[in-house]
């Protein structure tokens, strides 16, 4: 009887994961979207949603952000805001998966794109511009003191990765000069290729000014002409499925005042 | 019967999905990207050496836990087990910290040799091998411990030396446990990406194996992240089941 009821009983699931497999493939991909997404937000809005707010933002923002977030806490007691800090194009991944947030600050227009081309977000505002500097350890063993020598195969050079925006402003600053450097490493976000530099594996990396900034001590910043070819412009965005959408704009006013534009500036920012 | 079935759907469910959602239309032109089979060869290539590396170092400690007597076994065989414990990016990390360019070991490696592993294909083979390591040993000890030591001692008393007891009777016995532990230890070697990714960096034909190549594929093109995938998945599934009927049994 068992043996009889095994084989039935193995099929089965795997004809099932096939069933299940092919019927979602009958749906449109918006409609996959929304379907992946009400376990998550369904979750998110039972959890009080008037009190807690989300946002997604590149990894260049996490230090300003998260004092912007103590502000936006402070002036709105019994709000918990948390943050999702990373590579910019991973998060515009997320939500376009149907990841819960309410607001989105990208680190290049192109990934904000991926977002609002999904539909999942309002018009976006450029809020901030990012120059990049390079970055080398304080001894500076490669004796780096401009972009010409990232050329230098002896250099060993950490770039961000072109999918990511770093990465394709650094992409952008070298063609500008007219340069072709090969690096050890294509890291995925930002943060990785300066801690790569705050090691010292790296003689040296392309980075944000502000990256620089805020590993004061740990890595010197070089600054270079062509950097101004290629200058991020970053927009931010509350989304359309926000579990907290007036919270989201909320937020997204803070950012754009003048008290976020101060904090920003303080950190290296240019202002938009 | 039940829980074992939905044991079953809950894994094979992934890679139908897989399957579903895979661009089969545009599969041929993806697949003969240049970049997609250097990440599949540099995966292959790195996961066998590690998994080389690993038996060449684990069959020895794993005979040392199972038959040597020492004070403090019971704390080695714990740290043995610390890499599987190991967030592997944190695995990763603890690496660059010994053998990074500015590393305890790795310092004297670049004043000495002036080579160091960080960003090389070396690099990825010992954060692979760093990672699956504990698999092969655990299992290697588990035969060991297992495998019946009258017929060594029989094989002594009929005059045979050490190293033909250990040639010609213990490992024919725990040969199946070797094989399984080196099978686990390769696929965990594929699939590595924190640590080889912290250590050793990301750099196409270099660096950048499978695992790899699908996480920055997933930051734009979704669509070749899910080629990638599948093709990672088949090849290590033919492998796999190609030695299906040695990994199945035991010792």
Redesign the interface.
């Known amino acids: 009887m068992l043996r009889r009821l095994s084989r039935w009983a193995v099929a089965a699931p795997a004809a099932l994961a096939l069933v299940a497999g092919l019927s979602a493939c009958g749906s449109d991909d918006a409609g996959t979207a929304a379907s992946a997404s009400p376990a998550a937000s369904s979750a998110a809005s039972s959890a009080a949603s008037s009190s807690a707010l989300t946002v997604f933002a590149a990894a260049s923002l996490t230090e300003t952000f998260t004092e912007l977030g103590k502000t936006f806490e402070a002036a709105n007691p019994g709000v918990k805001v948390t943050f999702n800090f990373g590579s910019s194009a991973t998060l515009a991944q997320q939500i376009t998966q149907g990841a819960p947030a309410d607001v989105f600050a990208a680190a290049s227009p192109a990934t904000m794109k991926t977002v609002t081309d999904a539909s999942m977000a309002a018009a976006p505002t450029t809020f901030v511009r990012n120059k990049l500097e390079i970055a080398v350890p304080p001894d500076n063993p490669a004796k780096v003191d401009e972009l010409k020598d990232l050329a230098d195969s002896k250099v060993k050079v950490a770039l961000c990765a072109e999918q990511v925006p770093c990465g394709a402003a650094a992409i952008k600053a070298l063609d500008a000069a007219g340069l072709k450097v090969t690096p050890v490493t294509l890291e995925q976000d930002v943060k990785a290729t300066l801690t790569k530099v705050e090691l010292g594996e790296v003689d040296a990396a392309l980075v944000y000014k502000t990256d620089v900034l805020s590993a004061a001590g740990k890595v010197t910043g070089i600054d270079f002409p062509e950097a101004d070819k290629a200058i991020n412009d970053y927009p931010i965005a509350s989304l359309s499925k926000a579990p907290a959408p007036d919270l989201a704009k909320k937020f997204v006013d803070l950012v754009l005042s003048q008290q976020g534009k101060d904090v920003l500036v303080k950190a290296g920012f240019d202002a938009a | 019967?039940v829980l074992a079935?939905?044991g079953?759907?809950f894994l094979?469910?992934p890679?139908?999905?897989l399957?579903?959602?895979a661009p089969w239309s545009t599969m041929p032109e993806r697949l003969a990207e240049p970049q997609v089979l250097e990440a599949l060869r540099l995966s292959l290539v790195t996961a066998t050496i590690a998994t080389a590396v690993c038996l060449v170092l684990g069959v020895p400690l794993a005979w040392l836990l199972a038959r040597v007597p020492f004070p403090g076994r019971r704390l080695v065989r714990a740290l043995v087990t610390i890499p599987l414990v190991l967030p592997p990016v944190v695995g990763g990390v603890a690496l660059?910290?010994v053998l990074?360019?500015?590393g305890l070991v790795g310092q004297w490696l670049e004043s000495t040799f002036g080579f160091?592993l960080?960003?090389t294909t070396a690099g990825v083979v010992v954060a692979e091998a760093f990672v699956a390591m504990p698999f092969l040993v655990i299992s290697v000890e588990g035969a060991l411990r297992a495998a019946d030591l009258r017929y060594e001692e029989a094989a002594a008393t009929l005059g045979a030396s050490r190293w033909i007891v250990f040639r010609r009777v213990t490992m024919p016995l725990i040969a199946p446990g070797i094989v399984a532990g080196a099978v686990l230890c390769w696929a965990r070697a594929l699939g590595e990406f924190g640590a080889t990714?912290t250590f050793?960096?990301?750099?196409?034909g270099r660096?950048q194996t499978m695992p790899l190549a699908v996480?920055?594929a997933?930051?734009?093109e979704?669509d070749a992240a899910i080629v990638l995938s599948l093709l990672l998945l088949v090849v290590s599934v033919a492998i796999l089941a190609g030695l299906r009927d040695r990994w199945v049994t035991s010792a």
């Open positions: 019967m079935v939905a079953m759907t094979v469910l890679l139908a999905g399957l579903v959602r660059l910290l990074g360019r500015r160091s960080p960003f990714i050793a960096g990301n750099f196409p660096t996480y920055l997933l930051e734009t979704p």
